[in-house]
């Protein structure tokens, strides 16, 4: 897996720019860190399979951080859900806009999301952007809770679906993933993925 997340690091940071958030923070020391707590990621099948796991996961991560450069949504809002209210308090000095890897948003995301990793995601949402490890956690997290286990990885990489933005919204959201300005969320992780991604070596 190093090899591979090493290629896909260079292939994603060579088309950002200098002064990107992320580039000190969206590390591949931190990746492989945080990957040692999910031994299941990429993890069964092929080679090959393993190896469009790991691509299809950095391609939706460069997809939502614009090539790891941001670490935080840009247009913050409060993203607090009241139909999971109750279940999972908003409180009111905190945003639960998107932040880390994957943008991990909401409030019915960062309670379970604090739970599994072992900090309060209510009270202290910030944490993902503030840690690199808890920061690639969170979207490997995310993304074996809510893709890995629903489609298996051949069908995570056959996915047509535009992005997981779209995934993290509340249901019957269907509008544009409110993100960031200045920067085209129209790219598909498919595109993204042949793009900056480097090729499968059978």
């Avoid at 292939?11 to 720019?17: L, R």
């Avoid at 995601?121 to 286990?149: C, I, T």
């Amino acid at each position: 897996m190093a090899s591979v997340v090493t290629e896909s690091f260079n292939g994603i940071k060579s088309h950002g720019g200098s002064w990107c958030e992320g580039i000190g923070f969206y590390t591949r020391s931190a990746f492989l860190k945080a990957v040692a707590a999910y031994p299941g990621f990429a993890h069964g099948g092929s080679e090959v399979e393993r190896k469009r796991e790991i691509a299809a996961f950095f391609a939706h991560v460069t997809h939502e951080t614009g090539h790891l450069c941001y670490i935080n949504e840009i247009d913050v809002a409060k993203y607090c859900d009241w139909k999971s209210e109750k279940q999972w308090p908003c409180y009111p000095a905190q945003g639960y806009y998107g932040r880390g890897p994957l943008q991990l948003s909401w409030n019915y995301n960062y309670g379970p999301a604090g739970r599994s990793l072992g900090f309060d995601g209510l009270r202290d949402p910030d944490r993902v952007a503030q840690d690199p490890v808890l920061s690639f956690k969170s979207a490997l997290w995310y993304w074996m809770e809510n893709m890995h286990q629903r489609t298996g990885c051949p069908r995570v990489w056959r996915s047509s679906r535009p992005s997981l933005g779209r995934a993290i919204m509340p249901q019957g959201f269907d509008g544009p993933s409110p993100r960031r300005k200045g920067h085209s969320r129209n790219e598909r992780p498919r595109a993204i993925l042949h793009r900056v991604l480097p090729p499968f070596r059978h």
